[in-house]
């Protein structure tokens, strides 16, 4: 078993819906947790990051995260076909460089 | 404020043949990472440097790849020879120092390669 598990999907929308995307993990250290954008040919670009439990709201998006459960989840309302991309989840451990990633999820947005 | 810069941004070669990869981080980043990504996978630390210092080097296939970072600066990631295998994306990242409890990584674009 991976330290990280992602659905790769596909997973395709329309325009307007509610995106859950979602993340499980096993390893208890980590804390940080952060949401990466990766548009095809570009390198990932951090979209959000939580530490610990909680929720945080950036605009249309908003992170879950709970520890007692291994579970993360990034929220997307009104989704635009701008936001058609790869969604990594990344996490790691209090004063660690090591980002441990997920698969990542392909989301498509369709018009 | 420039991004973390690399090239080339895609090279295809046969196997055997070497191949180098070149980062340019952002300014001020004492940190740099070399990821590898394959196809449908998330990113995978190769290597990371403090400085001059590569400090955790346990990912990298030490028999065929190798990196460098002089004057703390730009790096090359290279591989020789290459195989079938190392067909990816060779993803730079750089960041601060870790000051705080987080530190967040800026990635470049990447290296397509293709090994034929």
């Known amino acids: 078993q991976k330290e990280v598990e992602q659905d790769p999907g596909p997973l395709s929308v329309p325009e307007g819906a509610i995106v859950s995307l979602n993340c499980t993990y096993s390893n208890s250290a980590f804390q940080y947790f952060m949401w990466y954008r990766q548009y095809s040919r570009k390198g990932p670009e951090l979209l959000m990051y939580?530490?610990?439990?909680g929720n945080k709201e950036d605009g249309r998006f908003t992170a879950q995260v709970d520890k007692s459960s291994k579970y993360i989840s990034l929220f997307i309302r009104d989704s635009q076909p701008s936001d058609s991309a790869t969604y990594l989840c990344a996490m790691n451990g209090a004063g660690s460089y090591q980002l441990t990633f997920g698969k990542g999820t392909k989301l498509s947005v369709i018009p | 404020e420039a991004g973390v810069v690399q090239s080339p941004r895609y090279k295809i070669i046969e196997k055997k043949q070497p191949v180098a990869f070149w980062c340019n981080p952002i300014?001020?980043?004492?940190?740099l990472y070399w990821y590898r990504q394959n196809l449908g996978q998330g990113p995978e630390l190769l290597i990371r440097y403090e400085n001059e210092e590569a400090v955790d080097d346990s990912q990298l296939p030490k028999d065929r790849f190798s990196a460098e970072r002089l004057k703390g600066v730009d790096s090359t990631l290279k591989i020789q020879p290459a195989e079938l295998g190392d067909s990816a994306v060779y993803l730079c990242?750089?960041?601060?120092?870790?000051?705080?409890?987080?530190?967040?990584?800026?990635f470049g674009p990447g290296t397509r390669l293709t090994v034929l």
């Open positions: 990242a750089s960041s601060v120092a870790l000051a705080g409890p987080y530190n967040e990584q800026f």
């Open positions: 300014s001020g980043h004492n940190t």
């Open positions: 939580t530490y610990s439990s």
